[in-house]
């Protein structure tokens, strides 16, 4: 088992007797206020940790284990000022995405600029698709098993990374925050939807033990609908 603490420090337990195995900081050694992710990697030996904000590199890769850094490097991105805001792997493991939030510097602290998705396919770790988001929330991601749709909220769209092509997957972009996931299958997506969202059509309304009482799952487009991007929505 492994958690992130409010100073941005990753720990691994051992889920049976609590007892802490490794630890080490995800970046500068501070305390870091912005939500942290943490994720493991599908075989279990790797985990992608979302590194504070303004660190060179706004996810890392480290040993399930140890903790020491595991893997490539994620390059490719822009210069700027980064924060990872959700992480996930392709059910294959070939694939990471991160949903990342691109700062400015603000009178007193950074500001928000825009919102992006960041898919690496890690043989290639030098290259990724990096596709801007319509909205400023959080973002939160999700891919497809074999890595080749990317889900994102509160956009509620889909994009296919090989066509280019993407299609909306809800209505209209959530008021709010949710975290979005993946059946293992990728036959169904979950996320909150909350009780003033209206989503209709696809949807089964969730009620699990220890899980919010207010949720949905719908099915995910097996192929989004064709649709032409102007060139200022490619990036």
């Known amino acids: ?11 691994v337990l051992d889920a049976r007797t609590g007892e ?17 992710s943490l994720e493991f990697s599908p075989d279990g030996e790797t985990i992608a940790v979302a590194m504070t904000t303004s660190s060179r590199r706004p ?8 903790l020491s850094e595991a893997g490539p490097r994620l390059g490719g991105l822009p210069r700027g000022i980064w924060q990872a805001t959700d992480i996930a792997y392709s059910r ?3 694939f990471i995405v991160a949903g990342l939030r691109e ?38 991601v999700a891919l497809s098993p074999d890595g080749g749709r990317l889900y994102a909220l509160p ?16 209505p209209r972009p959530l008021d709010w925050n949710s975290y979005i996931d993946l059946s293992p299958n990728g036959r169904w997506l979950a996320f909150a939807a909350g009780p003033d969202q ?31 991007q102007s060139p200022a929505d490619r990036v």
Do not use: C, N
């Open 155 to 170: 956009d509620g769209v889909v994009h296919d990374l090989r066509t280019g092509e993407r299609a909306a997957f809800l």
């Open 92 to 94: 294959d493991g070939r």
């Open 103 to 140: 700062h400015v510097h603000g009178e007193d602290t950074p500001e928000v600029s825009s919102t992006w998705a960041a898919v690496w396919r890690l043989d290639r770790p030098s290259e990724l698709d990096l596709l801007k988001l319509s909205s400023t929330k959080r973002p939160y």
């Open 59 to 66: 996810v890392g890769l480290l040993d399930a284990r140890t």
């Open 1 to 11: 088992m492994a958690i992130m603490d409010g100073f941005h420090r990753v720990q």
């Open 198 to 228: 209206g989503h209709r059509g696809g949807r089964h309304p969730v009620t699990a033990r220890g899980a919010p009482p207010r949720g949905a799952f719908i099915r995910p487009l097996s192929a989004v609908q064709r649709r032409r």
């Open 20 to 36: 802490v195995l490794a630890e080490e900081p995800a970046g500068a050694h501070r305390e870091d206020p912005y939500p942290r």
